[in-house]
Nanobody
Framework: QVRLVESGGGYVQAGGSLRLSCAAS????????MGWLRQAPGKEREFVAS????????IYADSVKGRATISRDNAKNTVTLQMNSLKPEDTAVYYC????????????????WGQGTQVTVSS
């Protein structure tokens, strides 16, 4: 059974930073891509960033480009999202996600995703 567990969310003032972490277990090689999605209240789930578990391309949404860095540690089966210069519009529940198709991940319909971690940015 696939399990994705997010951590690192919290409350931060605008301009601050947070480091989100995802611990993954049970994934097969078919889940080639991992990343982060987010969902604010009343809004659709939104793609944030992704990377290939086996290496390859890294993609960021325009909304976080230049402020977010996604990375992985395959030895620990973890994926990290470092977010700097946070804005109030970054407030959302952030979900770790995995999918064999990058396109599915980018449109917000991953094969697997976790329970999420809340990020709240105050102005």
């Amino acid at each position: 059974q696939v399990r994705l567990v997010e951590s690192g969310g919290g409350y931060v003032q605008a301009g601050g930073s947070l480091r989100l972490s995802c611990a993954a277990s049970g994934l097969t090689f078919s889940s080639d891509y991992m990343g982060w999605l987010r969902q604010a209240p009343g809004k659709e789930r939104e793609f944030v960033a992704s990377l290939s578990w086996n290496g390859g391309s890294i993609i960021y949404a325009d909304s976080v480009k230049g402020r977010a860095t996604i990375s992985r540690d395959n030895a620990k089966n973890t994926v990290t999202l470092q977010m700097n210069s946070l804005k109030p519009e970054d407030t959302a529940v952030y979900y770790c996600a995995a999918d064999g198709a990058l396109s599915d991940l980018r449109v917000g319909v991953p094969d697997y995703w976790g329970q999420g971690t809340q990020v709240t940015v105050s102005s």
